[in-house]
């Protein structure tokens, strides 16, 4: 019988060993952790958005690098089909906002308990505590894996699904890119993605913890528009975050060592001139107030000194006497408010890797190495990336199969 050997026991590994070992193969998932999918666990709150129950042209759009590799995988294996998989488990699933799925249950545990079983079910032999040190490759054909405590492993196949370099409490310590590379594939530059950024401005630090739901930003680098979402928002003691954030930082990859400016549309439902309208009505309404105390109908408390201060007036201005570029320059700031951005946080912050090994040198259909016979990756530790919503998982389950298949 072959002897399929399978590195890294995520969504991936798992979703690979359960699907080899349907296939009749004899399989062993080697896991360094003391436990299966550590960050399985923690996805989507606590909560595991599994899959994105769209239609496959919104879930191409979601994926953000190398989206057409991906293609051949994802229809073999999409979201209704991960979905069925899962309530073939057992599991049962809801669709919520977005159409994100979810384990009606709102317990990642439950996903992993029934991958756990399955695997069980299966026969799949599970290693855990058993770190890969390294692949071993003779002749361009994978012979097995060295453990760490030197001893040897054969296998006719192995599957490296070790994921990337983010949250690596969990276990994803970039270990794969490492194979990789003995086996003689290129890796891309990797970098944190799906990651809160950093700002010049200190003024985000005074205002931490302010939400901001229903604006629009956009993210240029010089006149190049790199972003553009609408959504919700967060400011933090370093700069800013949440879901908004996170998506347009998904989008940086070429743009790292640039400078990027970051500008949030607070009112994105008026145009410039209803805008100004607006502004007008309220001044009126409060002629006799200075300007600080004649914006509450308009914004967060906390932010009405930083849009005026961002405006260069005089926040003591009494509001009858702004003169009209004054307002207008409100305007601006109300419709664009700039931040510059000096960073992003780190791996510990971000949810997924960008970069990874290069899919050129990866078979599309079976997630074989064009390099190394019997040699597979699927998950993270590929060049392949997506925006939050479930599609990041989707690319694991799919990928996984694809390896487990083949
Ligand atoms: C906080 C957070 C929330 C997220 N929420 C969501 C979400 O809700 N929906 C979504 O779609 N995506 C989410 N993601 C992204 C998603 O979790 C990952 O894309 C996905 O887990 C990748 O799966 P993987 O199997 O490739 O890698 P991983 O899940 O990282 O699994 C890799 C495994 O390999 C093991 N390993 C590594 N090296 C070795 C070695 N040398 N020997 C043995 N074992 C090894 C690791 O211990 C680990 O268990 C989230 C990520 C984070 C950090």
Redesign the pocket.
Known sequence: MERMIV?????????AAIIAARNGKQVTL????EK?????F????G??????ACDMEDLFRNIVTNHKFLYSSLYGFDNQTTMDFFEGLGLHLKTERGN?VFPESDH?SDVLRVLEQELRKQKVQVKLR????EISVCDSVIQGVVL?DGSKLNGDKVIV????L??PS???????YR?AKTAGHTIQPCSPS?VPMETEETWCKEIMGLTLKNVSVTLNCGKKKIYEGFGEMLFTHFGVSGPLILSASAYTGKYLNESLVLKIDLKPALSESQLDERLQRDFFRYQNRQLQNAMDDLLPKKLIPIVIACSQISPDKKVNIITREERLQLVQTLKGLPLHITGFRDYKE???TRGGVNVKEINPQTMESKLVKGLYF????LDV??L?????????WS??YAAGNA
Do not use: H, P
């Open positions: 590195i890294g026991g995520g969504a991936a590994g798992m979703l080697l896991e360094k952790n299966l999918g550590k960050k399985l923690i996805t989507g709150k909560r595991c958005n599994l899959t994105n994100r990642s058993t770190e890969v040190k760490s699904a070790t994921g990337g983010s949250y969990t276990g994803s310590t970039g270990d794969g194979f799906l971000a949810i997924i699927a998950g993270e530790v990336d997506a939050t919503g479930g599609f990041n998982l989707q690319i694991a990928t996984g």
